[in-house]
């Protein structure tokens, strides 16, 4: 299909009584769309081999930083999310827990892609049995149930799995030492 400018190019435009000339039009570039901002295909590798590696080695202390600082702060919720997996599996588990803890705060729905963000610290830490998380959850929960901040249907799959999450942390406080 022939763009408008295409069909306009070499016509003449009287303005003012001026004379002017349109150039010859470039053919119109498609517009590309890339959801994956850069070094994204990048850093989902290297976190998917942590991850499958983590249940019997853990990550250096190097990608264990690096882990820490994507979990809290990547600008992609999805390599935020991605980054947690492998939390569980650190050798600085209180470290996790403070990083997993801080990404309860984080509300805003562009950075917390949607609530994905706490949904997913919820369950990494309901995962490592941190108790003393139960404030920074049940705070989150409340947000949630008070300040409505998604779509009705999305928010109840994160308060049922949120309170899933935090039954299972209530639960590990009074589950007897091994």
């Not at 008070?146 to 308060?159: F, N, S």
Request: glycine fraction near 4%; include cysteine; hydrophobic fraction near 40%.
């Amino acid at each position: 299909m022939t763009s408008i400018a295409v069909v306009l190019a070499g016509v003449i435009v009287a303005n003012r009584g001026v004379n002017t000339t349109i150039p010859p039009a470039t053919p119109a570039q498609p517009e590309t769309f890339d959801p994956f901002p850069p070094r994204y295909g990048d850093k989902v590798q290297r976190i998917t081999a942590l991850l499958e590696a983590a249940p019997t080695s853990r990550p250096s202390a190097s990608a264990e930083n690096e882990l820490l600082e994507e979990a809290a702060h990547d600008s992609d919720f999805r390599i935020r999310v991605r980054a947690m997996a492998v939390l569980p599996f650190v050798r600085d588990r209180e470290k996790a827990i403070d990083v997993l803890i801080g990404c309860l705060r984080d509300r805003a729905p562009n950075i917390s892609g949607g609530g994905n963000v706490p949904l997913y610290a919820t369950t990494y830490l309901a995962d490592m049995n941190a108790e003393r998380a139960i404030p920074a959850v049940t705070d989150w929960i409340a947000f949630v149930q008070t300040k409505h901040p998604y779509d009705p249907h999305v928010e109840a799959v994160i308060l049922e799995k949120n309170m899933d999450d935090l039954h299972r942390l209530r639960n590990s406080t009074t589950r007897p030492a091994s």
